[in-house]
C-alpha cells in the first residue's frame, strides 16, 4: 500500500464539470481514503479570461454529489490555504523571484509585438516556435532597473539549452526529453499574475502533495514542470498521467460541440446533466472508476467503499479509453437495484415532482418495489409509473380493444371485470387475485386478453409495471372509476 497520500484535484473554473475532471477527483480520494491521507481540493483560476462564473460551484456541487468531499480546500479551509490560486499571487511571485536569484529564471521585457515577430519567422522557416532568449542574460542589476523605471516584463523559465532531462510517470515509466525541445516559459504574466506551471509546481509543494493525478494533456509540459521543482531543489510528487478518453465510436477526441449535442440523445458528459438524466452518482463513481484502471477481469461491480478498498495506481492503464454510455446505463440499473426501498424511493420523489406530480412518499414507497427491476434511469419512473399520481388516465381505444376481439366483446369482458371489482370488499392482491382468474377461465379468453384490457383501463399502458400489485396501490375507488370510463369509451365506440 502507499504512504499517506495528500492528493488534490485542481480544476479550472472554466466550463462544465464533465467526468474525466470528475474521474481524477475520484483517483484522489480514493488514494486519500485508502492511505488515511488528505483529498484537497485547489481552484485554479489565474487565467481570468476564461473563468466562467459558477463553474466553481458548480464544482462543488458536483463533488458533493459524487460524494467525493474534499479534506481541505474552498468553504472547508485547511491548513495549507488559501486554496484559490487567485488569492496566492503574492507566493507565486515570490518564489519567481527566488528563481531570478538563483539563476534559475529570468525577466523578460521583450514586447508581445517582437514575440509574435519572431514566431511567424520561425513559422516561415518551419523551425518549432520558441523564446529566442534575447533577455536570458541580462544581469539582474539591468532587470532591476529596468522594472524600477516602470518597464513591462514576464518572468521566464530558463530552460536547460543542452543535455536531456529524465522524468518518470507511474504509468508510462522514464521518459527522456532532449531540453534543445522546450521553451523558456513564462512563469509570471506582465500582469503579475503566474501561469498555470508555476502556480502548480509552487502549491503541490507548499501542500505537501505526494502524488499528482492529472490528464494526458499535461504530458507535453510535464517536463517543465519536473525541472521547476528541481530549480527550487524540491522532491517531486508522484506523477499519474491518466488515460485520455475517445469518442464512443473509438475515433478520436470529443470535440465541445459534439459533447453539448450528446443531450439531444439523452446522453451527456457533464456531471450536471447526468444527475438530471437520472444516473446515479454511485453509478457514475463505478463508471469513471473502470475507465482507465480495472480490479481483475471480471468484476465490474463497485460501490465507493469498495473502491477505497480495492483502489491501485499499479491497475491504472495509460491506453485511450473510448465512452461507453451504454456501460453507464448498464452500471446505473445496477445501482437503482441495489438500493434499499426506500432511499430508491427518495431519489425517486424529485423526478416525480419535476414532472408536476403532487406525491405522497407513502405511496411511492409502495410503488418503489414493483417498478426497482425496470429502471435504467430514475427519470424511466415517471413514463412507467406516472399513473399512479394521475387524477385521470386517457386509455386510447385502439389499445383498449382486446387482441383477437372487437370493441363489443371488448365491452363485454371490461363489465365482468367491473362487476368481480365491484363484488371484492378490496383489492389486495389476494383478494381480487382469485376471482379475476376464475373469470378468465369462464370467458375461454386468454389472461393477457383480459387482463390487458383491465391494465390499459387504470393505467393508460399496455406495458405497466405488475398490474394485480398496482391495482392495489391505486385503490379500488379509483381503478373503478377508471374502468368505468374505459367502458364508455368502449360503450362511445360501440354506439358509433
Ligand atoms: N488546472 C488544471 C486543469 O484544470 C489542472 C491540471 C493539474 O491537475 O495539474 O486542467
Redesign the pocket.
Known amino acids: 500500500m502507499e504512504k499517506t497520500a495528500r492528493t488534490r484535484f485542481?480544476?479550472?473554473p472554466t466550463g462544465h464539470m464533465h467526468f474525466g475532471s470528475a474521474r481524477?477527483a475520484l483517483y484522489d480520494y480514493l488514494l486519500a481514503r485508502q492511505t488515511g491521507g488528505q483529498f484537497i481540493l485547489r481552484i485554479?483560476d489565474t487565467d481570468k479570461k476564461r473563468t466562467v462564473e459558477g463553474a466553481e460551484e458548480e464544482l462543488y456541487a458536483g463533488l458533493r454529489w459524487l460524494g467525493l468531499q474534499w479534506d481541505e480546500g474552498p468553504q472547508v479551509g485547511g491548513q495549507y490555504g488559501p486554496y484559490r490560486q487567485t488569492e496566492r499571487k503574492e507566493i507565486y511571485l515570490q518564489h519567481a523571484r527566488r528563481l531570478v536569484e538563483t539563476g534559475h529564471a529570468f525577466y523578460c521585457f521583450c514586447t508581445p509585438e517582437t514575440i509574435k515577430a519572431e514566431r511567424e519567422k520561425q513559422i516561415a522557416n518551419k523551425e518549432n516556435t520558441h523564446y529566442s532568449g534575447t533577455c536570458r542574460n541580462l544581469s539582474l542589476t539591468e532587470a532591476d532597473q529596468r522594472i524600477a523605471a516602470g518597464e513591462t516584463f514576464v518572468i521566464r523559465f530558463k530552460t536547460p539549452l543542452d543535455g536531456v532531462t529524465r522524468v518518470v510517470d507511474e504509468l508510462r515509466g522514464e521518459m527522456v526529453i532532449d531540453n534543445r525541445t522546450l521553451d523558456d516559459i513564462i512563469l509570471i504574466k506582465s500582469d503579475g499574475f503566474a501561469l498555470?506551471h508555476l502556480a502548480?509546481v509552487v502549491d503541490d509543494h507548499l501542500m505537501e502533495i505526494t502524488h499528482?493525478f492529472?490528464?494526458a494533456e499535461?504530458l507535453p509540459t510535464f517536463p517543465l514542470h519536473a525541472l521547476i521543482h528541481r530549480a527550487f531543489g524540491w522532491v517531486e510528487p508522484k506523477w499519474i498521467h491518466l488515460s485520455v478518453f475517445l469518442k464512443p465510436s473509438g475515433k478520436g477526441k470529443m470535440s465541445k460541440r459534439e459533447a453539448a449535442d450528446l443531450i439531444q440523445d439523452g446522453r451527456s458528459i457533464f456531471i450536471k446533466d447526468l444527475l438530471e438524466l437520472g444516473y446515479l452518482p454511485e453509478a457514475v463513481n463505478n463508471w469513471i472508476a473502470l475507465m482507465g484502471w480495472s480490479y481483475d477481469d471480471h468484476t465490474e461491480f463497485f460501490t465507493l467503499p469498495d473502491l477505497v478498498e480495492k483502489f491501485s495506481i499499479q491497475k491504472l492503464n495509460p491506453s485511450p479509453a473510448a465512452i461507453n454510455f451504454t456501460k453507464l446505463d448498464h452500471f446505473n440499473g445496477l445501482h437503482i437495484r441495489n438500493l434499499t426501498v426506500d432511499d430508491l424511493a427518495q431519489r425517486l420523489k424529485p423526478f416525480f415532482e419535476k414532472a408536476g406530480y403532487k406525491v405522497d412518499i407513502d405511496v411511492l414507497r409502495k410503488i418503489t418495489p414493483i417498478i426497482q427491476e425496470r429502471l435504467v434511469t430514475l427519470d424511466d419512473a415517471i413514463p412507467l409509473a406516472g399513473f399512479f399520481f394521475e387524477e385521470k388516465v386517457s386509455p386510447i381505444l385502439d389499445e383498449l380493444i382486446a387482441k383477437k376481439l372487437d370493441a363489443a366483446g371488448t365491452l363485454e369482458i371490461a363489465r365482468k371485470i367491473l362487476a368481480v371489482l365491484e363484488a371484492v370488499p378490496n383489492l389486495e392482491l389476494d383478494t381480487v387475485e382469485p376471482p379475476l382468474r376464475t373469470l378468465v377461465e369462464k370467458t375461454g379468453l386468454k389472461p393477457g386478453q383480459v387482463f390487458g384490457i383491465l391494465r390499459v383501463a387504470v393505467t393508460g399502458l399496455m406495458v405497466s409495471p405488475p398490474l394485480f400489485e398496482s391495482l392495489a396501490i391505486i385503490g379500488r375507488e379509483k381503478v373503478i372509476e377508471r374502468l368505468k370510463i374505459a367502458i364508455a369509451l368502449l360503450e362511445e365506440s360501440n354506439d358509433r
Open positions: 485542481a480544476p479550472s481524477t485554479e498555470y502548480a499528482v492529472r490528464g499535461w
